[in-house]
């Protein structure tokens, strides 16, 4: 442990070989992914002698490109936390742009079309959450530039990189972590991170898999990225029969179906775009969704096309630039995720599904939450696994949630109208604790105390988005449950999604302007004066803890636009 | 051989699996690297039927960054000839930021630098070659992102796009070529390029390569991608000691010394980058440098730093982000680069050294000789190694010059004026032989007719920058020569030296206003006045050819400045 100020690195130690006389670090961490160099930058930055290992090197392709609103807020309070700016860029399309590369695209939206097999789509069956313009627009993160982009702040802040290093060997004992690497290579620490992924030296190494799995669950994944796709509006006619808010292009397009849902990502959907490449992904539940007959997952998709003409539509002209990757069940869950000396986080620790955009922000909440006790644990020189326990609860707590709410959701794609239902207890979760997490931000910004962020560390619904709230979290639970029946058969799912919609719109909590218990209203879309009849409703009737919230959210907004920070 | 207009792709064509039942493609292309996906956009532009190979995939580092004036007219060339308007992209900085990706550095500048072990830098011993404000900017090409570009183009020409597969059988009869994969994939063409590189599954097959290589250079390289690199400007002190006309950082910055050189290539060195790498290469001629240790190449490189701390200074904050790449000996040839249904080209054939940026131009020669042919041949169902004779001369020739330059500039690093005599007559002939294919380009465009193109392939100097002129190929073999004496100890290099400035004061081809002759005028600076005294020289006291060539240009950068091409 250094000081906390990041110290000039010498010449020599640019190129000193890695090997036994090699000094030590405080924290090695296994994966210079997103969530490896985030965690670098953060601990590089606060005076923690990093280590930051990879099997292998940037640049590489990997996906979980969409951002979400929650996405944001977080890497705001992590970079205004941990006083990395660099961080804050990655927070709107403006700043990634302008600071980060010009590479990524644009996201306006979330948008679901609804499709079932052999037939036309149903211009009704759609949903779309339109992300208000009080907010930043968010991204389309074209990861290999942005996965190497955070690689580079934290080598900057004083991380040592190797890279092409596969560690075969850990052995931790009370002097520390030493590793071993598969040509010989030695590491000493003090501490071990592993944010590789599904292998995971660590969890291979005390053997933390759960196996069987407790998540509910599964499916597997077909993802490349393409040329040549076109924009959904432009290939659906009659023209004009979708009333979509926002344009389908502009933002994260889930076709979803009974057994599964495709992602559409472009890069290229705004004016200024060098980048032709567009992300797709097939998602599906082989339990539900059955075979594609086969033979790679090139003929899979195309198999998979020919079920679904109105989808096929889009990429008439669609050309793969590079290998399918094609996975087996990707759900996976760890019974421990803490230990003395050792962490296991994000991909490492568990996986559920890209649904919903959640990979990214729970690797952001356990960076957050792993970051100060880390910087503190190396102050103290303690690093017994009790310090870390509320990383344990929020680690399982955040696959749980996820698990709940992706089940619920495959469950809802067998129906319409129960998607159309499950779809808004998702929306309004998401917004609600980006909104409390808004507020929380600009209290940070402000007093420059991170009181706040340790106290919701004893929310009740820790991994929930919105932790802090007993009636929306009630409600998701009730919507899992109700899902599951259906699932068992136990349930219709005509009545489940009434269930569901009785549900919204009794909700004390969700402001009534925007209409979340109106099934023929498919959109979430918080034009102006909606919002400005919900901050009245704040005002006027809303319980007090949402008063709090959306005002506090708003004030921060309201500054953020005074004095942005990047 | 489809239609010369691309056809769309059908989308059964992106998902097909490759296999037995593929449909014949007219030329299949090893390597998707720069060199075979730019044959591809060529060959796909004009109805070729592509298969391109790739036995790895995008995105990956390459180095081989920096361009010359000769690449970008080159570069517009090619797209001019072929009418690929996305090569052209490529030609120029403002170009490349516009319409490719904004990673890339500014190159206003070659500059040489020479050091000398354990002693002080001398600030009297440089030499910048400064890019001419008539010409475009030069660009450092962030390779990872150009190449996949490139590829991206040739895919939506409707190149077939294959990655992950490593070819291992080749079988070339009178019905074609046919390729076997290791993982049992099967192809088949008319035709084979290979554009792979030194481990050229055709020159393996076919016993292509030339051992012992006639080659005379001998080096080997460390090269990686650092962050931290300062502007060599900025650590020299007294600041103002160089008088060189365009700050180093600028340009591609060239430390020379006795047996070696250190490329330093900045991606940040512009207000807008976003990119804050740098390029950085030693190559060594282990027979006269002496060995640094062992070690590792970060170890190597250490112990390279410490020979010279005026280099070192640049590199105090520096730290590598990617593993250091060691090779082993640079230099390789083939015996033969054609035969029936197959050639090698570029990197695939031969290679010397990254010195003065010939990589990428002979690549660009080749691609441009081997494309018409490969689109007559295409027509003509005639793909007999006589039709390819041009190509086997031209890439044996490229080799040739190219070994002749780097070996006398090697032989110069020796003594500062052998190196400040040499330099003077590569530039002379990359300008002249730039300004001479400006006029070729100009020509081009305004008549739509590549009858100048195909008859510079009778020009008597084949694989030299500037092919038609005796003047000035005599005085490179003359150059070439007198190196070579000294190289054998044979003629003192002091001696020699003046031997070449004697040969540069008499040659009737160069504008006496450069002042190439002086030694004392360290910087080859066309600055406006001496562009105008050497355009009367053209008019009044050039040869004639000579006057034709720089009227040809001149004539040429005008026009393009009124309706520039991308």
Not at 497 to 516: K, M, N
Request: charged share 25%.
């Amino acid at each position: 442990m250094t000081d906390p100020t990041p110290l000039p690195h010498r010449p020599d130690q640019a190129v000193r070989p890695a090997g036994a006389g090699e000094p030590d670090h405080d924290v090695a961490i296994l994966g210079a992914g997103i969530a490896g160099s985030l965690l670098a930058c953060v601990l590089a930055r606060n005076g923690v002698r990093v280590l930051l290992l990879d099997a292998g090197t940037h640049p590489r392709f990997a996906v979980g490109e969409s951002t979400i609103p929650y996405t944001s807020v977080l890497l705001k309070l992590v970079a205004e936390r941990y006083q990395v700016p660099e961080i804050r860029h990655l927070a709107s399309f403006h700043a990634l742009r302008q600071h980060v590369t010009d590479s990524g695209g644009l996201k306006r939206n979330f948008g679901f079309v609804y499709h079932r097999q052999g037939r036309p789509q149903r211009p009704e069956e759609i949903n779309q959450f339109v992300i208000p313009k009080l907010l930043h627009h968010e991204s389309h993160l074209f990861r290999q530039d942005v996965d190497a982009y955070l690689t580079n702040v934290a080598v900057r802040y004083g991380a040592t990189l190797h890279q092409h290093v596969r560690i075969e060997d850990i052995d931790i004992d009370g002097a520390g972590v030493h590793l071993g690497g598969a040509r010989g290579e030695e590491f000493h620490a003090r501490y071990l991170v592993d944010c590789s992924g599904f292998r995971s030296p660590v969890a291979a190494k005390f053997g933390l898999r759960e196996e069987p799995s407790r998540l509910r669950h599964h499916s597997r994944s077909l993802f490349t990225h393409m040329i040549g796709v076109q924009p959904f509006d432009d290939v659906m006619t009659p023209r004009g029969a979708y009333r979509n808010p926002s344009p389908w292009h502009h933002g994260t397009l889930h076709h979803v179906f009974d057994g599964g849902w495709l992602w559409v990502i472009p890069f290229d959907n705004h004016p200024e775009s060098k980048n032709p490449l567009c992300s797709v992904g097939l998602t599906l539940d082989p339990r539900r969704f059955g075979d594609l007959g086969g033979g790679g997952p090139e003929a899979e998709f195309d198999a998979f096309l020919r079920r679904f003409p109105d989808i096929a539509r889009q990429f008439r002209t669609a050309q793969t630039v590079r290998p399918w990757v094609s996975t087996g069940r990707l759900q996976y869950s760890s019974t421990r995720t803490v230990g003395d000396r050792f962490c296991i986080t994000s991909h490492a620790a568990g996986f559920i599904d890209a649904l919903f955009s959640r990979g990214l922000t729970n690797t952001l909440e356990v960076v957050n939450a792993l970051g100060y006790r880390l910087i503190e644990a190396c102050k103290d020189d303690d690093f017994s696994a009790a310090r870390f326990r509320f990383v344990e609860d929020l680690e399982q707590g955040l696959v749980d949630a996820n698990d709940d709410m992706v089940h619920g959701a495959f469950v809802g794609f067998r129906d319409y109208q129960l998607w159309n239902a499950t779809f808004r207890t998702w929306a309004i979760s998401t917004v609600l604790g980006t909104f409390m997490l808004e507020g929380v931000y600009d209290r940070l910004r402000r007093t420059g105390s991170d009181r706040e962020l340790r106290d919701l560390e004893h929310a009740k619904y820790v991994g929930s988005p919105f932790p802090t709230h007993a009636g929306c979290n009630e409600m998701l639970q009730r919507t899992s449950a109700t899902c599951q029946e259906v699932d068992r058969g136990e349930l219709d799912a005509a009545v489940a999604a009434g269930r569901i919609f009785d549900d919204l719109a009794s909700a004390e909590f969700i402001p009534p302007p925007l209409g979340l218990a109106q099934r023929e209203n498919k959109f979430f879309h918080a034009t102006p004066p909606r919002m400005a009849r919900s901050m009245r409703w704040a005002m006027t009737s809303a319980p007090g803890d949402m008063r709090d919230i959306l005002l506090g959210a708003v004030r921060g907004f309201a500054r953020d636009k005074v004095a942005p920070h990047g």
